[in-house]
């Protein structure tokens, strides 16, 4: 199995001049390869681009600096931006033409394959970079001890700290996961909640007011300082600490929540959102993408694959207005928090009602085995009418009184 793990590295000022050569270098490399591409008919294949590499050494001199692995995936940096935004196309959005990359818009370099080595010097970890040295990096936690070490992204943060990130493989079977999975949920992410699942649970959504007010304080600042001056720059390194400080925080809440679900149920139900279209969508776009739902749900999903996990993304359309008892469909405005159907007189929460409506849809996609040692129950209270196609079989005893206590509540 794949990880990426991500350290904090704390390199001299000479070492910090020499990284920032070698960006340069990388980034006036793809600039060069990326002109070259735009000028010929031809498509010329990205090894055929990396054979002239050598060539090109003989007259551009800052080549023969850096690693022969790093700049090869300068060029396989630019392949991998071509077919995202042929990909894009074909899915029919409006795309242009890649740009040449400013020095602040390229920051990092990749070590692949080689090139590159842990190491404990005089009782300290460092890493060793061919052609930059060794740099102390502070392992605050340890990789795994059958795991390879892949690849090595060293990147300057706009706050002007350092990390490097370990691409590992670890030396172990993909884990199965339960034929008949014991503890199941349904998932329905939002802005007022940012989660209700089918256990009662309403996870409210955290409050970055105080973040927000510092950044945007910060960035009033920055406006009145003329551009490009000390002051400028100095403002410039406040403005990007406050956006990594909201951003730590964000992500800190979104991989505790995910670790949670991962580790607690055998399958986790959620909608399968296009979170992106849902951004740009007019109206409340900021809070929609500060709820980062597209980062919860990938990081949902390969959590519960580490965790054998069942992760099941159902189709959204209807989750809400559909009677999670009866199946009947009821439009209900934004503002309209309750469900409550004409058909069956079923009223709950219109967030729990499409989270138990997600867990319906997930448990029929997914195809799973039940145990046949409980009794069937439904994700419903027991004194709800369902409808046969709607009946959640699982194995858990105390699914059914769960459910129904949250009601009540």
Not at 27 to 45: E, M
Not at 57 to 85: A, C, F, P
Not at 188 to 194: A, F, N, T
Not at 247 to 257: M, T, Y
């Amino acid at each position: 199995m794949q990880y990426n793990y991500k350290y904090r590295l704390d390199p001299s000022k000479a070492l910090t001049e020499t990284l920032l050569h070698h960006v340069d270098t990388c980034r006036q490399l793809y600039n060069h390869v990326l002109h070259l591409l735009n000028k010929t008919d031809d498509n010329p294949a990205r090894y055929e681009i990396q054979g002239r590499l050598p060539d090109l050494k003989t007259w551009w001199s800052d080549l023969g600096d850096v690693h022969s692995k790093v700049l090869q995936m300068v060029v396989k940096r630019i392949y991998d931006n071509l077919s995202t935004l042929k990909a894009q196309k074909e899915n029919g959005r409006a795309v242009g033409m890649l740009k040449w990359k400013p020095p602040r818009e390229y920051r990092s370099l990749t070590y692949n394959q080689s090139g590159f080595k842990l190491k404990n010097t005089s009782g300290r970890p460092v890493l060793w970079l061919s052609k930059i040295g060794e740099i102390p990096i502070p392992l605050h936690r340890d990789i795994p001890e059958n795991a390879t070490i892949k690849q090595v992204t060293v990147k300057q943060e706009p706050t002007g700290e350092w990390f490097a990130t370990f691409g590992i493989d670890v030396d172990e079977a993909t884990p199965e996961k339960p034929e008949t999975p014991e503890r199941v949920v349904g998932i329905d992410v939002g802005i007022l909640k940012y989660a209700h699942d089918t256990d009662g649970y309403a996870i409210e959504s955290p409050d970055f007011s105080d973040e927000r007010e510092r950044l945007e304080r910060a960035q009033r600042n920055l406006s009145r300082k003329e551009h490009g001056s000390a002051n400028w720059e100095k403002q410039r390194r406040v403005v990007a600490e406050r956006h990594a400080d909201l951003k730590r925080k964000r992500r800190d809440f979104l991989h505790k929540l995910s670790n949670y679900y991962a580790t607690e149920y055998d399958l986790v139900a959620v909608e399968d959102l296009d979170a992106k279209g849902l951004v740009e969508l007019p109206g409340n776009s900021r809070n929609r993408a500060g709820s980062a739902w597209g980062t919860f749900l990938r990081m949902l999903e390969y959590k519960c694959d580490r965790e054998r996990t069942h992760f099941i993304a159902v189709d959204p359309k209807d989750t809400t207005k559909e009677c999670a008892a009866c199946g009947v469909k009821t439009d209900k405005p934004l503002w309209v928090r309750e469900h409550s159907c004409p058909a069956c007189g079923f009223e709950v929460d219109r967030d729990a009602n499409a989270a138990w409506n997600i867990l319906s849809r997930g448990l029929e996609d997914v195809g799973v085995g039940y145990s046949e040692s409980t009794p069937v129950e439904t994700a419903l209270p027991v004194d709800t009418l369902v409808s046969a196609k709607r009946v959640v079989e699982t194995g858990s005893p105390t699914l059914k009184e769960r459910t129904a206590s949250a009601v009540s509540e």
